[in-house]
């Protein structure tokens, strides 16, 4: 479908609507979620946009408006770094991740509603992805049944996209790698180099990464917070574009890694079979999926969009079917 097609549109200046629109677009008044067994208010839905978007883009109202017609009643939240559009694009190129996951961290826990619900459901756009891993590993709460992520760096990138020639805000985050990607200057200030990852330089990525190499618990102590976070999932659904050819390497969106030419799926990773994350505990018991769709960066569809609100979100005893399908062979 052609309006989603540009949709999350990275590195391509999105026109700003009004930041007084509030995004959210329950037509029906959220209920307030109770242990009623026969309950079937959807939980909420957070969602994390990608690099060069902000809250309040026209695209992210069509994705709500989209979860609002496949689970009646969803109450959708966009998180946002600042209730100002244009700083929030901004804070997707600049800003300390730390700083970052733990405002997010804050404000969902004063949310009126997103803190007194008994779980919410979230979806993450590109980077918004890790970072939405981010927020489950070190706070969850409140706490994320099931996390889909389109076109996410889980396992970082090796090359730094391209900008658009008008896209200034992009620039001026890339004149700041003037500077070495390692410097503590550079990883506390732009965003993509806090989750840049270059098998070649491991030593200094371990070394120095403000965000990904913590997050993923690659540094000798490992964070148990983080694995019994992520444990926690009922789902965790990776999706790759075939065409991706913004993110390098693609196959980051299902957390492999790629060195020059070889390509190490996550299930032949220490990462996994060590089980840092709980990744593969979470493929245990059939919660972990790897999917993919066709196009580049960021083409969805809505009819894809529908198939996976449908799947994986919706009220809270809905059961999702993760049992049955657990892979005890692992
Ligand atoms: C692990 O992460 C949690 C949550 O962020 C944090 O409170 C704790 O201090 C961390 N533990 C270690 C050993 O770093
Ligand atoms: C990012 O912010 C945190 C919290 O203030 C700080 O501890 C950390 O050193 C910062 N990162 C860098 C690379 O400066
Ligand atoms: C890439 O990974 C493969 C498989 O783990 C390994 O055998 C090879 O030495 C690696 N190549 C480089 C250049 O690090």
């Known amino acids: 479908m052609a309006r989603l097609t540009t949709l999350i549109s990275i590195l391509v200046t999105v026109p700003l609507i009004s930041s007084s629109i509030i995004p959210i677009l329950s037509k029906h008044q959220q209920r307030p979620l109770s242990d009623d067994d026969d309950n079937d208010t959807p939980l909420p839905l957070i969602i994390w946009?990608?690099?060069?978007?902000?809250?309040?883009?026209?695209?992210?109202?069509e994705v709500a408006e989209i979860a609002e017609e496949v689970n009646p009643g969803t109450l959708t939240y966009m998180i946002r770094m600042d209730d100002?559009?244009?700083?929030d694009r901004s804070a997707t190129f600049f800003g300390n991740l730390?700083?970052?996951?733990?405002?997010?961290?804050?404000?969902?826990?004063?949310?009126p509603i997103l803190s007194t619900a008994p779980a919410v459901d979230a979806l993450g756009f590109s980077q918004g992805g890790q970072f939405l891993r981010g927020y489950i590993e070190r706070c969850n709460f409140p706490p994320v049944r099931s996390l889909v992520?389109?076109?996410?760096?889980?396992?970082?990138?090796?090359e730094f996209q391209r900008c658009g020639?008008?896209?200034f805000?992009?620039?001026?985050?890339q004149g700041l790698l003037r500077g070495s990607t390692w410097s503590s200057f550079v990883q506390s200030r732009l965003v993509p180099a806090q989750y840049f990852r270059d098998p070649m330089q491991y030593e200094q990525y371990l070394e120095h990464s403000n965000f990904?190499?913590?997050i993923n618990n690659e540094r000798e102590v490992k964070n148990q917070t983080y694995k019994e976070n992520l444990e926690k999932l009922e789902r965790f659904v990776m999706y790759v574009f075939e065409e991706d050819e913004t993110v390098i390497p693609k196959e980051t969106s299902w957390f492999s890694e790629v060195n020059g030419t070889e390509v190490t799926l996550l299930r032949d990773r220490s990462l996994y079979k060590e089980d840092w994350l709980g990744l593969k505990t979470l493929d245990k018991k059939g919660a972990l999926k790897f999917e993919t769709t066709k196009g580049g960066h960021m083409s969805l569809s809505e009819s894809l969009l529908k198939k996976v609100?449908?799947?994986?979100?919706?009220?809270?005893r809905k059961n999702l079917g993760a049992s049955g399908e657990g892979r005890e062979d692992l």
Do not use: M, R, W
Not at 149 to 158: D, L, R
Not at 309 to 316: H, M, R, V
């Open 149 to 158: 992520t389109f076109g996410s760096q889980h396992n970082g990138i090796s």
């Open 169 to 173: 805000l992009c620039k001026g985050a």
């Open 309 to 316: 609100f449908s799947d994986n979100y919706g009220p809270y």
């Open 212 to 214: 990904l190499a913590d």
């Open 165 to 167: 020639t008008t896209d």
């Open 49 to 61: 946009h990608g690099l060069g978007d902000n809250y309040a883009a026209e695209g992210l109202a």
């Open 98 to 111: 730390t700083l970052q996951i733990e405002k997010v961290c804050a404000d969902l826990a004063v949310h």
């Open 84 to 87: 100002d559009a244009s700083q």
